[in-house]
């Protein structure tokens, strides 16, 4: 058991630490919580007991009323089941209500009451409700594996099994959450609501103020926060929308905090961060700075281009890929910021002196053999992976049963996406659930259905060929001991011939019926020999394609089987070296961080203070997008300091802060709380310097940037006169 | 004798104060600063006494040691007539001696013994020698005018009969200062060092270093400093440039303050600032801020864009217009900030409340109908002006023999330039001297003769023409009100013909003489009916076009006329009802600015420190202009915190600081130095947010920008090993 000594093990079981190196790095599990010495917590500031953030008994706490919403972090902050997070958390189900005649999206929305309150097709909210460890049961089942494959398989059996049993429970949604890349496996046991109806979103004008020219950036002064509402079945069963459902009664809510925040107070980041790297060797961290990143830029930049380029000069075509050019956009803007983190923080340099610190302490150790050995067993599967690692990264474009690998990104052709999701459901559909990829079992179905159904509204053909184009001759230009079959059988002979390529895909697109969404609805569950009647040049290829990324994904299981067995040995070398805890990578399982209100120094001479005020913010405003305050905002400015919500030392409505916090994507929506459990604001982003912060905590700039929920109250009461829900937050 | 009350009385006749409402604010003349309680300066930090910095009696002081080079400010530092100023101020002698094989401009210049320094053929210093109270007799002269032009006419040869007679002085180059538009009239004997030599440029990379995207801004690591020599005969007397002369011998100079300078610290900003525009009444404000920018924003935009299209691709066409270009962005940049600044600092509107309450003070005094009539006369001027301000707005970006209209910029055709001024030239050279145009009698021959020549290197026909053709559509375009005779008559036929236009230019510049510029130096002194005789279609534009500036030569000068009632009636009731010094505009006359190192809040959220240092400026360093630092900088970065000129608080050598000194263009290359009269840097820029301050001083925001000179010594000591130069600067 010594190795989950830090990670789950009792509270009562740790000699506890009372120093702390890096106070504010680590994005800590409940159950850590319980292992950190609680007078250095009470001396950051926290007034709660421990026990109340996380009771071990019950495998729930206050942590809890953080909940996960379709990819963003929320909180509960009402006994009726309110829930505040990110405007662009929220913004799918603005985008359903909207219409010309009645535009939420600009002039926002208010339910005045419970009745008028707007239900989402697509909107869930995942309640945590008991965390489980099992890696003995999983260890037990890998144990036996002949070959890494195999070990993969096993692994991926033996969490299914689990999961299958855990969701014979009433009401529940279960997962097996990877900690450490194996050291730990946990089951967690949530409870789905699937009734999630809009409450209140600013205008976009507040929501998205600074758009994509401040995303990343400080100093910020866009309102990104929104509110919705669960709903179950008069029994208190999850339940799709009806008109009948009641409130969900969460256990555990946020009340939040009039007294709001200021610099150097305490707070806590709760939320479900996604994923980091922390964990990765020096040597796999220098693929994603030399490789990854830099691929990421070109390719998306390239991309980007080719949208904007297709959709010149045509409103609607740039409405349909609006969304689209803004996930690539943020993913480009990211991957450059990478790259500058890498180097500013050098990190990988940084990386490699741990490294070795941690090779030569544990040489003089009876596990030396195996923890050396380790370090080389992830070092073999890199040099591997190194080999073909530029085709393996372009499929990877197509994200379709590849899970494990961290951070892709969809292709952003959706013809090529939904030709290989057809083709591959298609085999799928073939094998028991239980034998196929991850993603394609009976329970990913409406999952799919869903996605094939929104994407309707998002597809421009012009540019999606295009993208399209630019992958094929990306895969094309590949040196030869890395050419990929499909792609050389349809598309071969169009190597460096961009227009006759073009001029075959223009005919690909016209002769292939996938580019009507009802036929693609009908094909998505029918069989391949049915599919492959319809001599769909798309769908052709689609099966095709879909054989070279199985190919890629039994070199990925492969691989993954060593890892596992590798990466723990070398982490718990890493726990056993630090004497203390060492919070985990993250991996989309409830998390806090502890934290405190402060500015930084971005550059030479700049100093950035840690909150923003509404003065700041009609600073801002030019009266063109993104920069256009609603006028009522503007008008009531003036009489912001007067405002109960303004804060006395800024005198002024605070609009953002910063804090130390450990945060990464998916910490979207994120409550942002103080020492008594409070609600003080809601984290939205991290700033530009910090966005390498997924390899490493650099105390100088780790900074996450949050909306002070004095913001959103003074809207509520100021502007908008929700008394009604202002009473319901305790505030009237 | 009231009226000179504050501006040029003696100290002794002064009630002195003790209290400042704004201190930083004013660049102050040599005699105000007597006037200032020496109890305050010393509480400032000023430790000599204020003697020492100017002798009412002599004329002269250490103030006198800042001295004039070619539109820039500078100052000796060595009693061997070492002078110190901006690389950007001596740009032009590198430039004169930069060869393919021996490229000084990139790789910068150390002379490593006297003999090696460079000799310039344009470079001047102008040393001031006395400054004489003139304005008795203008006003004398002036009393008996029968009309407004007459009036002007008679204050213009008042001054020149000044200037003459003060000339007979040996060596002496004179000129009339006008004071608050006419309150006080000073005569400035100078005289004029005509060979300089260049000593000391770092490479562009220091000298530019961040170049026009760190231009107006804040953090700054641009070492703009470089080094020359004064030269005289070898019996004192100034003289061209022989090898037999000797280093002038200045009898004041900067010692260097080893001790640097840091936050807090008490520095004077001692120049040659421009022109200031703060005794402008808020109408005439309004026009600047309304008409004036926005319309050179326009323009300016307009022929940087024409500019960069007409020598897309040609890398030596771009090294032609490189520096024009330079100046126009520089000007575009700067309009962009004065319309922003005016915005932010509520300039207009804060002038409005002052001239209001100035009316209500002075409603209650026996001078109330004059101080009254005098506001309500500057409108009516104002009023008439803007009557036909676009014509003349467009006509005065030609500015030949348009001195009076402040601002200006050359119209950067070139041929239409050379045209214009021929034309005017031989009319002007068939009057008496005394009756010509300012900038057109005997003595401005040389300069005009200069230019033509100095204007080779920089003209490339199709961008000029270019620029020519917008220029004449700006023209055709005017309301018929407004229309111009001289464009009428020889383009209305191309109005709204742009192709057409441009066409026929083509013809113009292939038939005309005077793209050539052995043919303009020949033209440029002939009679105008041996010019007429040419027929050459640019020469007898120029004629025509000149006619047209003759009128609005002879409106202007009406116009100055009237001003030159009024303002100084209404400054001299500012100045009264300030019950202090009050500091008038800059107008290329020697000031003294005091201030403190310190930085600013440019926006919500940010604080900008004083200092910069070679960490951050390699922190900027991408190996890309402009931020490219030479690879032996960069090798000794890292030892810069142990060399003697780091700074002991910031732990590295500092680059830049900022003070709240009161600045304008001009100021580049103005010695700072500490209470001791000791040279802590030099001033070479203001901070964005700055801009607008010709027109109203905001202390919050107003900060200069100087060069560290340790970054220099550094440069000398730890880069270039220049041991002669440090000795002589007293530091070796």
Redesign the interface.
Known sequence: MKRRLFLFASAASLSLLATWALAAEGKWTPRQVLQIDPAWLQQQGLELPPGQLWDEARGTGLLAAAVSITGCSAGFVSPDGLIVTNHHCLFGVVQEHSRPERDLITHGFLARSRPDELPSKTMRVTVPRRFTDVTDRIEAAASGAADPSARTRAITQAQRELVTACEKAPDAGCRVAVFDGGLQYVLIETIELRDVRLVYAPPRAIGEYGGEIDNWM??R?TGDFAMARAYVSPEGRSAEFAPGNVPYRPEFHFPVARRGVGPGDFVMVLGYPGITYRSLIAEEMAERRDRFFPWREQVFGEWIRAIERTTEGSPDAQILVAADLKTIQNRYKNAQGQVAGFR?GRIVERQQEADDRLAAWAADRPEAAEVLAARDGLRDVLKERLETWERDFLLSLVPVGLTTVPGSAGTFSKMLYHAVTIAHLARERAKPDAQRTAGFTERDLPRLRDRAAREEKSTYLPADREVFALYLERLLALPETQRVPSVEQFFGKYRGAPVALRAHLEEVYKASALTSASTREGLLEAPEAALRERQDPLLAFGFAFDDDLTALRARLAAWEGRISVHRPTWRRAVIAHAGEPVAPDANSTLRVSFAHVK?YSP???????????L???L?KHTGEEPFDLPERVRASAADAPGSRWADERLGDVPI?FLADGDTTGGNSGSPVVNGRGELVGLNFDRVWENVANDFGYNPAIARNVSVDIRYMLWMLDDIEGADALLKELGVR
Not at 603 to 613: E, I, K
Request: no cysteine; charged share 20%.
């Open positions: 400080w100093p002064h500013r500015g550059r030479d001479a700049v100093t950035y203070g840690p909150q923003t005020t003065a700041g913010a600073e953002g």
